[in-house]
């Protein structure tokens, strides 16, 4: 099987690579077939290839806001390495596969404004609009002007406007529709590219007072809460799980990090049972103590069960 994938797709495929290695969270067991694709031919004949063998696949891009399993993933995980970015005035494209705070910074630096807010959120372009990434009050999805997707088997790629995207709060159509990301195009509006750069700096730094920078983690675990009048602001969850003590929480190698409730950080070998068993926990007091029913943001999949396939 690798061997038919290997020539369906143009290229190699490894089997048994620890997903471990490519999640911002350093957990997850094995990917039974991994690939790197580099451009989107290669990127189709992925989606085509894992149809016709009949095997699962996953779209990997920069692996944040992703718990793996313990047990590993039992097909072809894709790790979306297209690169690539064009501006034509207030205008860019830019492949899937580009980093999203890389891309913020290379905005600043042409003097296109807009997308400031995301400094420091990691992960890659096709994975903010997967979740529609945001924060303050912001999303990508303000800014896009269109997407090119590829289908779901890889028989076609297409150009839609934002709308058929159905994107909303850390979601859109694309975590149903099975469609791939493969560029974007942002309008954007002319800026000067040293403010650009001081906001970048900024919303850096305040983001260091409450993010983990050098330890493993997946994000913001848990959805902020929907507002309770329309038009009205969200509540953020860390606040919830703040007031019911579980910045104190640990379970084996992971942890609630000290700064901000809602963010779980790997200590050091922590599995994945150990942030569910934790996320549960968190869950439980939330509910106990407000009854409200706390929602995942960070996507589970793969396989439960012990380390290995």
Do not use: W
């Not at 399993?69 to 207030?90: P, T, W």
């Not at 303050?136 to 800014?143: E, N, V």
């Not at 975590?175 to 195009?185: C, K, L, P, R």
């Not at 906001?199 to 929907?226: C, M, Q, W």
Request: charged content about 25%.
């Amino acid at each position: 099987m690798r061997d038919r994938l290997a020539s369906r797709i143009g290229a190699d495929v490894v089997e048994d690579v620890p997903l471990r290695e490519h999640t911002t969270l350093r957990i997850g067991g094995p990917a039974r077939y991994f690939c790197e694709v580099t451009d989107a031919v290669q990127l189709a004949a992925a989606l085509g290839a894992a149809r016709d063998e009949g095997v699962e696949r996953l779209l990997l891009g920069g692996g944040s806001n992703l718990l793996v399993l313990d047990g590993g993933f039992d097909g072809l995980v894709v790790a979306n390495r297209i690169r690539g970015f064009e501006g034509d005035g207030s205008r860019v494209k830019v492949a899937a596969g580009e980093s999203y705070h890389g891309l913020v910074e290379r905005l600043a630096d042409e003097g296109l404004a807009g997308l400031g807010f995301a400094a420091g959120v990691p992960g890659s372009v096709g994975g903010a609009v997967f979740g529609n990434a945001g924060c303050y009050g912001r999303a990508i999805g303000d800014l896009l002007d269109q997407v090119i997707l590829v289908d779901p088997d890889g028989s076609g790629r297409r150009a839609v406007p934002p709308e058929e995207l159905a994107l909303a709060y850390r979601t859109s159509a694309l975590q149903t529709s099975g469609a791939v990301v493969e560029a974007i195009t942002l309008r954007l509006e002319r800026g000067d590219p040293d403010a650009l750069r001081t906001e970048i700096a900024d919303n850096l730094a305040v983001r260091e007072t409450k993010h983990p920078i050098d330890i493993p983690s997946a994000g913001s675990y848990f959805k902020n809460l929907p507002p309770q009048e329309q038009g009205g602001r969200r509540m953020a969850a860390g606040l919830l799980l703040d007031q019911v003590g579980c910045k104190c929480l640990t379970v084996g190698g992971a942890a609630v990090f000290d700064r901000h409730a809602n963010i779980i950080i790997n200590r050091g070998g922590a599995s994945a049972e150990d942030v569910l068993a934790l996320a549960d926990e968190m869950k439980r007091r939330v509910l106990g103590r407000f009854g409200v029913r706390l929602e995942e943001e960070v996507r589970q999949v793969g396989i439960r069960g012990s380390k290995g396939r």
